[in-house]
């Protein structure tokens, strides 16, 4: 296994002292217990914090405002996914025979869990400083081209002005349904705005995930 995962070593930037850590990120629930959700967890705030890092450190010049929302646009589902794509992730997941016969290694949602879990490992493995340099390493390209004035607005965001261009009130999220172990737990959120009975939901790995699926389906029923 160890021999298998070297050339996706290669490309994160980190040779596992504990190759199992990398072995379980890759491990899709549906494959058996021990999966990658709370590596993804753990992940999931080391990509925050490191991101938070990277972009203070290189972009003196940018508010706390444009800072989040590069941030937010960064590490939004779509970016990680197309990353975990990049580095050929699909390729080394474990998953069960129903799960890959429905495309489990093509799905956003999935490859982003997996990079994050990736990071979450190496945090585990060897600590903040080498978690940051593998994401650094991973994002590089991104962080290079970043253009501030092109960054997309995450749905909450976007949500969040429709509204207020309109004189209307912010969008209210609150969490409607947990489910799954306590390590390993998705979300439902409910975003509801100032017309009696509108609101829609989105679930989620994370709460900030299920927010933004959300506040998408939010703006697809405004038509936004």
Do not use: W
């Given at each position: 296994?160890?021999?298998?995962?070297?050339?996706?070593?290669?490309?994160?930037?980190?040779?596992?002292?504990?190759?199992a850590?990398?072995?379980?990120?890759?491990?899709?629930?549906?494959?058996?217990?021990?999966?990658?959700?709370?590596?993804?967890?753990?992940?999931d705030?080391?990509?925050?914090?490191?991101?938070?890092?990277?972009?203070?450190?290189?972009?003196?010049?940018?508010?706390?405002?444009?800072?989040?929302?590069?941030?937010?646009?960064?590490?939004?589902?779509?970016?990680?996914?197309a990353?975990?794509?990049?580095?050929?992730?699909?390729?080394?997941?474990?998953?069960?025979?129903?799960?890959?016969?429905?495309e489990?290694?093509?799905?956003?949602?999935?490859?982003?869990?997996?990079?994050?879990?990736?990071?979450?490992a190496?945090?585990?493995?060897?600590?903040?400083?080498?978690?940051?340099?593998?994401?650094?390493?991973?994002f590089?390209?991104?962080?290079?081209?970043?253009?501030?004035?092109?960054?997309?607005?995450?749905?909450?965001?976007?949500?969040?002005?429709?509204?207020?261009?309109?004189?209307?009130?912010?969008?209210?999220?609150?969490?409607?349904?947990?489910?799954?172990?306590?390590?390993?737990?998705?979300?439902?959120?409910?975003?509801?705005?100032?017309?009696?009975?509108?609101?829609?939901?989105?679930?989620?790995s994370?709460?900030?995930?299920?927010?933004?699926?959300?506040?998408?389906?939010?703006?697809?029923?405004l038509?936004?």
């Amino acid at each position: 296994m160890a021999a298998r995962h070297a050339a996706l070593e290669r490309r994160i930037g980190h040779r596992f002292a504990a190759p199992a850590l990398l072995a379980r990120a890759l491990t899709h629930r549906s494959y058996g217990a021990e999966h990658n959700e709370r590596l993804e967890f753990l992940g999931d705030s080391v990509l925050g914090c490191a991101i938070t890092e990277l972009l203070f450190r290189g972009h003196p010049e940018l508010s706390e405002g444009r800072l989040s929302r590069i941030r937010a646009d960064l590490i939004r589902e779509e970016s990680l996914a197309a990353i975990a794509r990049g580095l050929g992730i699909a390729e080394f997941l474990l998953f069960d025979r129903s799960t890959a016969r429905n495309e489990g290694a093509t799905r956003p949602s999935i490859l982003a869990d997996a990079l994050e879990a990736i990071y979450g490992a190496v945090f585990l493995d060897a600590g903040y400083a080498a978690a940051r340099e593998a994401i650094a390493r991973t994002f590089g390209e991104r962080l290079a081209r970043l253009d501030p004035e092109a960054v997309h607005k995450d749905a909450k965001t976007r949500l969040q002005e429709y509204l207020q261009a309109r004189g209307r009130a912010k969008p209210l999220y609150r969490i409607v349904a947990t489910t799954g172990a306590r390590q390993s737990l998705s979300f439902e959120v409910e975003c509801a705005i100032d017309d009696p009975g509108s609101s829609t939901k989105g679930g989620g790995s994370s709460r900030r995930r299920a927010e933004q699926e959300a506040a998408a389906a939010m703006l697809r029923r405004l038509g936004a």
